[in-house]
């Protein structure tokens, strides 16, 4: 059983909040996160059919019944619950009364923000980071080309499943069960098709034109689409660093998926010799450590502030993280080599935004780390002293 980083922060926050909710993708290890931190909660999945039909048809009875102490799975399955739970913690205001969890964050992190403004923490549980994974797992003598394949699921490291078998079996269970609930799917063939477009669109601007095209539907249905993978935590979009710096900036966001060996699946690579020879793998290493950052981020209870940075010339960095007024620009790099040409983007960065940025890291598939006056160099596999 992986230890998870969030786990400080969650039991912090159950000092402070009357409800703690954990949003996250399914088979990122909520439930077993929440059983961990709250081992003497009553447990009660609303994936149950005849449980959920009880908290549906009788809101009161069923809060009547679990009151207190409680952790109620995937609440987005009966979110009428919400308003009653509201209710309930101002009358007693006990702290971490409920232990909320659910999948989807549009209609979900709304309707929470609504009925339960001021009275709950919100986290979010991204699959396994590569520090957690490193409990298990030597990072350090695990080939790359097998760490992109495999993803970062808990359940499928845990329990060695096979990873064409789990991911088959993930992607077709999403589709049943979570985008029919998000929206009226009414040809499900289109909709695998703009999945796996997408897959091979990471790394890369999002043009919703282009994929509308190559799909065969309109524009707003792929903008409709987009939202729907991204409030199910299938892909993240990264947005674009722009400021009034004297420079033409591009402003349109850059796709991701949340894990990798789902993206890999997507585009048919199923072998560590195909993930090596494969064109997008670079573009696969760069959303590993993308997702990596962000899940440091979002396990030390932080809103993330990331971005990319790119001007109408070319000039990019792939990743800037925002601390407080300063810029951490950072570029990544698949290449097992250092090269000087990797600080191109970097020095760019520097010079424009002057004393705002810090000192770029390069990000890269070797192992060496060193740190000079111009960057810092870091293996991937040694990636959590980047956010501190």
Known sequence: ??????????????????????????QSGKTTLCRMAFPNYQYISLEDPDTRAYASEDPRGFLSEYRENVILDEIQRVPQLLSYIQTIVDEDNKKAQFILTGSHQLELGAAIAQSLAGRTALLNLLPLS?????????IDQKELNALLLTGFMPGKHADRVDTSRFYRSYFQTYIERDVRLL????????????????????????NQASLANDVGVSANTINDWISVLEAS??????????????????KSPKLYFVDTGLAAWLMGIET???????????????????????????????????????????????LVIQQENQLLPIEIK??????????KGIDYFRNVLGERSETGIVVYGG??????????????????????
Not at 188 to 195: C, D, T
Not at 233 to 250: A, C, M, S, T, W
Not at 283 to 300: A, I, Q, W
Request: glycine share 4%; proline share 3%; aromatic share 10%.
């Open 1 to 26: 059983m992986y230890k998870r980083t969030i786990l400080k922060e969650i039991k912090a926050l159950a000092a402070t909040f009357r409800i703690i909710s954990v949003l996250g993708p399914r």
């Open 130 to 138: 590569m520090q957690e994974l490193r409990q298990e797992t030597n």
């Open 233 to 250: 935590f299938i892909v993240y979009r990264l947005q674009p660093y722009y400021e009034n710096i004297g420079k033409r900036l591009i």
């Open 183 to 206: 929206i009226n799917l009414k040809d499900a063939a289109k909709f695998e098709k703009f999945v796996r477009l997408c897959a091979g669109r990471i790394g890369q601007l999002l």
């Open 272 to 318: 560590e010799t195909q993930m090596q020879r494969d064109p997008l793998r670079g573009s696969l290493f760069e959303n590993l450590v993308v997702m990596d950052v962000l899940k440091e981020e979002l396990n030390r209870g932080r809103d993330p502030r990331l971005f990319f940075y790119r001007d109408s010339h070319g000039n990019e960095v792939d």
């Open 367 to 388: 192992q060496t780390n060193r740190s000079t006056e111009q960057y810092r160099l870091r293996s991937y596999a040694k990636l959590t002293d980047i956010i501190q």
């Open 334 to 343: 698949a290449s097992q080599t250092w090269h000087s040409s990797f600080l």
